[in-house]
């Protein structure tokens, strides 16, 4: 059963804590993608990566850190230095770049700080 | 910089309507057009794709278009039902071909 899992569903931070989310794709897709949504702001890029072991920062990077040592792995991790993480955390895929292909979401990690 | 614009952010249609949701880009040089739905608290789901050679694509009841020349597309949603109710957004890649620009989405409110 081919997709994107995301895990937690749900996650609360502290304040000063780093925390990280899980994005795992069984779709063998070449790129991933980081996005962030805020009510009545639509999805905002993080990050993005179209190979193993590279990724680029996307519009708001700035608070953020993510690893590809893995193709099917992309592991984003919010740390203290993003001042306001409140928010659904979006993981995508596909096979290649978006200029020919569709992107394939999960489920998405909402994450509070308490 | 592509912009991707959908008016109206919200829709109320009585169910067995017909109904056309609109999306609006600024940057003509567009490769493709993508639909997603977003059920509450939920990920999105790929509709349609419809690639810039292409004037329309139809799944089922949904008919996306695109109008390069205008900078827009339509997504027509045939015989409405309740459980069309979602929010629906479009997006188109960014200028570099490096990942998706979205718009905020129009919610749909279909009722029985």
């Known amino acids: 059963d081919g997709g994107i899992t995301q895990s937690p569903k749900y996650l609360f931070r502290k304040e000063g804590q780093n925390v990280t989310l899980s994005c795992e794709q069984n779709l063998n897709h070449d790129a991933m993608y980081w996005y962030r949504q805020d009510p009545g702001q639509g999805l905002r890029l993080i990050y993005y990566s179209q190979i193993v072991n590279d990724f680029q920062k996307g519009d708001i990077a700035e608070g953020y850190s993510v690893s590809r040592e893995k193709k099917e792995s992309f592991p984003l991790t919010v740390t203290s230095a993003q001042k306001n993480p409140t928010a659904f955390y979006l993981c995508?895929?596909?096979?290649?770049?978006?200029?020919?292909?569709?992107?394939?979401f999960g489920p998405g990690t909402r994450l509070t700080v308490l | 910089k592509q912009e991707v614009t959908q008016i109206p952010a919200a829709l109320s249609v009585p169910e067995g309507e017909n109904l056309v949701l609109n999306c609006s880009f600024t940057d003509s040089a567009i490769y493709n057009l993508q639909w997603f739905r977003q059920d509450p608290g939920k990920g999105l789901t790929s509709l349609l794709l419809?690639?810039?050679?292409?004037r329309e694509q139809t799944s089922g009841r949904l008919n996306a278009s695109l109008d390069k020349s205008s900078g827009r597309s339509t997504l027509y949603i045939a015989a409405s039902q309740p459980g069309d109710s979602a929010t629906y957004l479009c997006a188109a890649p960014n200028q570099a071909g490096t990942a998706l620009i979205f718009g905020k989405g129009t919610t749909l409110s279909v009722s029985s």
């Open positions: 995508a895929s596909s096979a290649g770049d978006v200029m020919r292909d569709t992107q394939y």
């Open positions: 419809i690639q810039s050679s292409q």
